[in-house]
């Protein structure tokens, strides 16, 4: 207490109280002024990685049969990748399963048969061969082409200059509307936060059947595009 009869709050911006007992002041600390901008940035990257999903579809109306059937192709199309320098270690199972098939009639179902399916996963490192592998594997008696699928093999390098470049697009668009403001701002950001990134746009072939004597339009690998987008928010230190 001093002598006036009034307590004293020093080290609080020397603020001198009101009469003793009373309420303690109460201090607001003032949120900051900001400015939050999206920046968004891409990398091109080369198509050097090719995923196949191909297979064996056979249908019988015996089970056994049709399994059967189904695994002596199935091998003879590994063998022949296997045969081109396709490591197996670039070969998976992607989906097997047996499908009991029907047809209406009058109203009625009708037991057709079994289907047996086999679809294989190829990862391919040199994109000029995708073209090859299609066409020994359905000359080895696979007749599903699921989809070919060109990506890159280095996804994060792309993915982090994308990053890069999003970054610094955000910053050139908050300093664009601070100077349209007349403001001042931080140079550092308050805070970045990545936003959700949408699938890279590869090229992508859909779906399809092919005669063992079918050929195969050779693919080409083209580039990629890699997108990145982030939402930044940066302080406004002089209006």
């Known amino acids: 207490m001093n002598g006036n009869g009034y307590g004293g709050y020093e080290g609080l911006g020397g603020y001198r109280g009101g009469p ?4 303690a002041p109460a201090f607001v600390q003032r949120t900051p002024s900001t400015i939050e901008v999206i920046g968004e940035g891409t ?26 059937e189904n695994a002596r192709t199935a091998a003879a199309v590994i063998e022949a990748l296997l045969g081109m320098g396709i490591p197996r270690e670039k070969l998976q199972t992607q989906d097997y399963r047996i499908d009991t098939m029907y047809d209406f009639i009058d109203g009625k179902q009708v037991f057709r048969g079994y289907q047996v399916t086999n679809m294989l996963q190829v990862t391919v490192d040199q994109v ?33 200059q994308a990053l890069s470049n999003a970054v610094r697009d955000a910053a050139q668009r908050a300093i664009t509307v601070a100077q349209t403001l007349g403001v001042v701002i931080s140079k550092v950001p308050l805070e970045v936060r990545q936003l959700p990134r949408p699938s890279e ?17 050779p693919i080409e690998a083209g580039t990629l595009t890699v997108s990145s987008s982030v939402r930044a928010t940066y302080v406004i230190v002089q209006a």
């Open 20 to 23: 003793a007992g009373g309420t």
């Open 43 to 68: 990398a091109t990257a080369p198509a050097d990685r090719a995923i196949i999903v191909l297979g064996v579809v056979t249908e019988g109306l015996e089970l056994q049969t049709v399994q059967a």
């Open 128 to 160: 000029a061969q995708t073209g090859a592998v299609v066409d020994a594997a359905v000359a080895s008696g696979a007749n599903s082409v699921s989809s070919i699928r060109l990506t890159t093999s280095r996804p994060e390098l792309y993915e982090h």
């Open 201 to 217: 746009p590869v090229p992508m072939f859909k779906a399809a059947s092919f005669a063992a004597d079918s050929v195969v339009t």
